[in-house]
């Protein structure tokens, strides 16, 4: 079992960068694959990233590929989204989510999900 909580969101101006991190609780968490998605307001929860086990293997949607970083440090249990060249367009609540299998963007995918935090990107 994973207990996931998302911290670093905040008000950003456009062109500007934040990290999110998603911390984890679980002696196992090294062997979940994790995903990063988001949900802006009015509209369905997106995928944005996913990593595998080791954070060795990466996957993007395309609209963050260049722009966005999913990275793990399992020594510190922690996932993070590094988000760079922000637009507008990214203002939404993101999550973090585990699951037992690799390079998925689907929701059903994963099994454990973070509280969520706020990302607003200020045009």
């Known amino acids: 079992q994973v207990h996931l909580v998302e911290s670093g969101g905040g008000l950003v101006q456009a062109g500007g960068s934040l990290r999110l991190s998603c911390a984890a609780t679980g002696r196992t968490f090294s062997t979940y694959a994790v995903g990063w998605f988001r949900q802006a307001p009015g509209k369905e929860r997106d995928f944005v990233a996913a990593t595998n086990w080791s954070g060795r293997s990466t996957y993007y949607a395309d609209s963050m590929k260049g722009r966005f970083t999913i990275s793990r440090d399992n020594a510190k249990n922690t996932v993070y989204l590094q988000m760079n060249s922000l637009k507008p367009e990214d203002t939404a609540v993101y999550y973090c989510?585990?699951?037992?299998?690799?390079?998925?963007?689907?929701?059903?995918?994963?099994?454990?999900w973070g509280q969520g935090t706020q990302v607003t990107v200020s045009s």
């Open positions: 989510a585990a699951g037992g299998h690799p390079l998925r963007d689907s929701i059903g995918a994963y099994n454990y």
